[in-house]
């Protein structure tokens, strides 16, 4: 009876052993994921993990029944802790919020408790009976942007050999559309004799959308008024407008007694036969586009003033290029100006000031107008006699190639002026293969006789 005792005393000495090792164990896994979470909690929270450890701490030391039972919920609260090890350095480190981080956590680890743990503990067997593969997490999508909702017009004007519309405050007569009210209107179509106007004391918006106008006695697009006129290039598309006629009041193929503003990432075809391509009683703004104009006088007329933001703008004039009797600002985009055969007559010209704050430059004419504030050099070459027609214009800024130009009309002098052509640079000018100087700039003006 006394060997019996003692061999019992002995066995239960050894499952005491067993189960003080076996909670060593689990708790250095426990400590391993803590100091594994901490290496992460910069970039993901750790609330949830925190919670499953301690819940399956709580459910492995309740099973202590004997060493067999210990040890295997301590091998299954092993397997948990290491694939909750695994599953957390595995998180997306963008996954910043707490909202991001529960879309991408597995199922079991959103239940809290004795659940929690039996759910782990269940996970890991199923994992040992396939071959302890580690849990991984459940993919997540990226989201999705919404598609940019399509643009709605107030209507729509179609040209053709009969002109339709849809939507309000639009008026056909004939071969011509008359937009009467505020709104956004997109034109398209092509006409060979009609005009689109534009009468109300509303905010009007036209979308140019491959339209093709031209007009044989006025302008193609007429703003007779309008509160405010914005006209839209229609990205990737090519509209061509045209005049004729005599009109000497309404004296621009696109013509307003309003101020007119330009944007877009289209293209703009301006032929004007009567006067001015462009022609407002107020200001002209260009915000972006490109814009070739071909004009029997002026290619961008502006009774107060001329702005230029940004865009391309090729300007043929047959007597100024650009002409404002107010201000002139040029503040980006690149342009490209040529002024006409009259010896009065300027490539550019400002009546109350011109203001040069960025962008590109270029003019061939007979004259020009000095910018009364610039922030790079202004650059003049003056010839004694009139150029050729038709030359060929190469300047080369520190030896190498910076534009060449192709005037349409004799001329009497170049300007330039430049961001990319700062004080300093050297510019040398060639025409027709002949050499007319090399010449370094200072800051302001640099005007030079170059032959």
Known sequence: MDKIKRFSALLSAIILVCTATGCEKKTSGNNSKIALESSVSATEPTEDSESNNSDSSSDSSTDTENSQAETTTTQAADSTNDNNSETQTTAPADNKTPEATQTTKPQENNTGGTQSGNSQQNNSSSNNSEGNQPATEAPTQAPTEAPAPEEVYTGEIKFGSAISSTGSNITVTGTKALITAGGDYRISGKISNGQLEVNTKEKVKIFLDGVNISNSSGPAIFISDAKKIVIELVDGTTSTITDGGT?????????????????????????????????????????????????????????????????????????????????????????????????????????????????????????????????????????????????????????????????????????????????????????????????????????????
């Open 247 to 451: 009109d000497k009041i309404n004296d621009g193929a696109l013509f307003s007694n309003d101020t007119i503003t330009i944007k877009g990432n289209g293209t703009l075809n301006i032929n004007s036969n009567n006067a001015h391509g462009i022609s407002s009683d107020d200001d002209v703004i260009i915000q972006s586009g490109t814009i070739n104009i071909t004009s029997k006088k002026t290619g961008i007329m502006a009774n107060d003033d001329i702005t230029i933001n940004d865009g391309t703008l090729n300007i043929k004039g047959g007597t100024n290029g650009l002409k404002s009797k107010g201000t002139m600002n040029i503040n980006g985009g690149k342009t490209i100006v040529y002024g006409g055969t009259k010896e009065e007559k300027s490539a550019v010209f400002a009546q109350s000031g011109f203001t040069y704050t960025g962008g590109t430059l270029y003019a061939a004419g007979n004259a020009v107008t000095q910018p009364s504030s610039m922030s790079a050099p202004c650059f003049v070459a003056a010839f004694s006699a009139a150029m050729p027609a038709n030359s060929t214009i190469k300047i080369k800024k520190n030896n190498s190639d910076l534009v060449t130009l192709n005037p349409h009309n004799s001329y009497k002098c170049i300007m330039i002026m430049s961001s990319d052509v700062p004080t300093g640079s050297s510019l040398s000018v060639n025409i027709d293969n002949k050499d007319y100087g090399t010449y370094t700039l200072k800051s302001g003006l640099n005007a030079v006789n170059a032959g």
